[in-house]
């Protein structure tokens, strides 16, 4: 988690490294109570025209807010989330997740948060996040 | 059919209800919170405890219908659903999804949630395949109280047909008493069998001569000189890893024996019996050369 430090325009986030496995996609899909084919049966999914499984949207939504939060810590309070998809997520490879602060408004931020793997850009968007500022630390003085 | 009549028949649905009065089917729990943190390798402890929240992201999971599907949609989202479907866009994928979360939810909260057909796109054509976006607007609330908002857009698409990569051509069968005719094709020579009893060439291969009995040989390796002396053209039914038609050829080498192969070089309508033709070795796959006979003349 990060240090407690003022929220600043321009911070750069650690990246977070996702292995996408078959386990991770299948139990988001599960988790978000989404039984769509694509995200379960490999067969399925290639009658589809995709190669393979992949991760659900709303996996991805969960794995940016995680992102965001472990990063502000518990106390952080999603505002709004907004993602779009490009390649998918399939088994076997690695999701990167990135952001930077763009905009800061008093206690809330607005992090640009993008996630690529090997076929490129998985996931683009925004988050905004609410940081209420640190309760004191010791006495007044 | 139009240019797209079948878009302009979607557009109709801008503006109105995906869902009327849908009713989360469980209340916000932390079973399900707890399911959902583990899938994400979420450990927030404000998750967890007797103070836990619901993850803000898990919004659309509470309204999400499961394995027994959604009972909440309007006539006009299933009319819509249906003239995807009859036009073949019976795929989907999501795209998007932008959600605000007006106050964190606790477990015990009970869900309802209205939804809107906010737009339909122009025909598109994806890597995926072809078929039109669909965005939707829902309101999640708990009692009175507005708690999220839900854009998701989704593409019903018609899944582009993939290429099939042609199986390979089969394999041939290897054995000790033709193991050395494929020694030599790996070396791209064609070796006839030469029995050491009587001096007769035989092919195929075979464990004793036709004409003395002998079982001792030797080989001769072909000069790959020949004609087509008899021949078929296959066209029906068609096997997976060959292209048809093609000829199939009976070649006799200069040699005297005769075998089948495929002639190249030369359409398959143009070959003819006493078609003169020359050995090459041609390589199928990583795995698999096999001798072949390019005819010599010209196309005529």
């Known amino acids: 988690m990060r240090q407690e430090a003022p929220l600043r325009a321009g911070e750069e986030l650690p990246p977070l490294e996702i292995p996408v496995t078959r386990t991770l996609i299948v139990a988001g899909a599960l988790a978000s109570r989404d039984y769509q084919d694509v995200h379960h049966d490999p067969e399925l999914a290639r009658q589809k025209g995709s190669p393979d499984i992949f991760m659900n949207i709303l996996t991805t939504n969960g794995l940016v807010g995680r992102y965001v939060t472990d990063h502000f810590g518990p106390t952080a309070v999603l505002r709004r989330v907004a993602i779009r998809l490009g390649a998918p997520n399939h088994p076997g490879d690695t999701m990167v997740l990135t952001g930077t602060v763009e905009q800061v408004d008093g206690d809330t931020a607005t992090v640009r948060v993008a996630g690529s793997n090997a076929l490129g850009h998985h996931v683009t968007g925004t988050v905004t996040v609410t940081v209420p500022p640190a309760a004191p630390s010791g006495g007044a003085g | ?300």
């Open chain 2, 1 to 300: 059919m139009g240019e797209d009549e079948l878009g302009a028949r979607l557009k109709a649905y801008e503006g109105r209800a995906a869902t009327v009065a849908g009713v989360g089917k469980d209340p916000v729990n932390l079973p399900m919170i707890r399911h959902w943190c583990e899938a994400m390798g979420d450990t927030n402890p404000a998750y967890t405890g007797p103070d836990a929240v619901a993850p803000p992201t898990m919004l659309q999971a509470w309204i999400m219908g499961g394995l027994s599907g959604h009972g909440g949609h309007s006539q006009a989202y299933d009319e819509l659903s249906a003239l995807l479907d009859e036009a073949g866009c019976t795929s989907i994928v999501a795209t998007d999804c932008e959600q605000e979360y007006l106050r964190p939810l606790r477990p015990g909260d009970e869900i309802t949630f209205d939804s809107v057909i906010e737009s339909v796109s122009d025909r598109k054509t994806t890597k995926l395949g072809t078929g039109y976006f669909v965005t939707t607007r829902t309101n999640v609330r708990v009692g009175p109280d507005l708690v999220g908002t839900h854009r998701f857009r989704v593409l019903k698409y018609a899944p582009a047909p993939r290429p099939r990569k042609p199986p390979p051509r089969p394999r041939p069968v290897v054995n000790r008493d033709n193991a050395g005719f494929w020694a030599g094709v790996a070396e791209h020579r064609l070796l006839i069998q030469r029995c050491t009893g009587c001096g007769t060439l035989r092919f195929p291969w075979l464990p004793g001569c036709n004409h003395c009995g002998c079982p001792d040989w030797d080989t001769v390796e072909a000069s790959g000189e020949g004609t087509v002396f008899s021949y078929v053209v296959m066209h029906h039914p068609p096997f997976p890893a060959f292209d048809p038609p093609y000829a199939v050829a009976l070649v006799e080498l200069t040699e005297g024996v005769r075998m089948i192969s495929n002639v190249v070089g030369l359409p398959c309508d143009k070959v003819r019996t006493g078609l003169p033709v020359r050995l090459e070795f041609r390589s199928y796959d990583d795995e698999l050369t096999l001798p072949v006979f390019r005819a010599l003349e010209e196309a005529v």
